[in-house]
């Protein structure tokens, strides 16, 4: 109740800012949304469990012009939904992330735990926890809890990927697809987005399955797509082939080459090869050469985090690239 008052502050504030659409799963929200914030476009949030073609009606009566379908769907359901619904009703689905064990994602052990909300985008992932056995007489003896000898992964999922499957969804009816981002770096969502993007513009699946590689995931599978999902890991841990180094925030011509100025992130030495990673091209690489601290002195190595340094590259970089090194 205590909300009602300042989200309708809020959806104002959110129109005037020129916002698109909003993401929903509450009743009231969407009444609010239609009587304070006209403007807005009504999307109905995957936790609204919309998983038939009534549902899908029913928010599209109440004003919503796209429906985020439940995590729980096959393919052929999403087909049968898509069949029953108005064309003008667009339909999302997530294709790849970290997915909840709990039904549509509405789990509250990360509230009850730790008090941050995962139904307000505050999810702790608790369930990936690494969890033990304790008796109350004896608080300070742990007791591991193993499902197999790897270790408990019961509360655990595997993360989706579904970038070789994009054309069956497509068939399906699929108008949007969605990828985790929240509490994710700038790194993940723009090596995600970046893959999917060239992918449903033309380029082979298997020029960008490597790119998925590249960030920190648990292992892949394709959800309940095809039928019911296995989604317990098999004891792997999060794995990733790159780690990102830095952002750029300018290039000047230098001699043959480029001087490039960065924010660091992660630190990397002189001679080792980047990549850089950019919208809409593949990543090229090189290895930087003649590296500079903030006062203009040459370093071997870049290794404060958030410091401004400098580098050579042999071609020009932009403003926002992203540039990253493989692991090991």
Request: charged share 25%.
């Amino acid at each position: 109740e205590s909300d009602l008052a300042p989200l309708r502050d809020y959806l104002v504030a959110l129109e005037c800012a020129g916002v698109d659409a909003v993401i929903v799963s509450d009743l009231a929200t969407v009444q609010l949304v239609r009587s304070a914030a006209p403007g807005l476009d009504i999307h109905i949030s995957t936790q609204a469990s919309c998983t038939n073609s009534m549902a899908a009606r029913m928010w599209y009566e109440m004003g919503a012009k796209r429906v985020v379908l439940a995590r729980e769907l096959s393919l052929a359901e999403i087909a049968a939904i898509r069949a029953n619904t108005p064309e003008c009703l667009e339909l999302e689905v997530f294709v790849h992330g970290a997915m909840c064990m709990a039904y549509s994602g509405r789990c509250l052990i990360s509230n009850f735990l730790t008090g941050r909300d995962a139904n307000r985008g505050h999810c702790g992932q608790p369930c990936r926890w690494r969890w033990g056995l304790a008796e109350e007489r004896h608080p300070d003896v742990f007791y591991p809890v193993e499902e197999t000898e790897r270790g408990s992964f019961i509360m655990n999922s595997k993360d989706l990927m579904m970038l070789e499957h994009l054309d069956e969804l497509a068939a399906a009816g699929v108008d949007s697809i969605k990828s985790e981002g929240r509490v994710k770096g700038a790194y993940y969502v723009a090596t995600v987005v970046n893959a999917y993007r060239q992918v449903l513009d033309g380029a082979p699946a298997a020029d960008y399955l490597g790119e998925l590689e590249a960030v920190s995931h648990r292992p892949y599978h394709t959800g309940f797509f095809y039928g019911p999902a296995n989604q317990s890991p098999t004891g792997k841990e999060y794995s990733q082939t790159h780690d990102w180094v830095a952002v750029v925030d300018s290039c000047q011509p230098e001699g043959e080459g480029y001087r490039v100025d960065i924010n660091l992130r992660t630190r990397f030495a002189a001679g080792e090869e980047l990549e850089v990673l950019r919208p809409g091209v593949p990543a090229q690489r090189f290895f930087a050469r003649e590296l500079r601290d903030e006062d203009g002195l040459r370093c071997d190595e870049c290794v404060v985090a958030m410091r401004d340094y400098s580098l050579l590259a042999p071609f020009p970089l932009e403003r926002g690239d992203l540039l990253r090194k493989r692991r090991g």
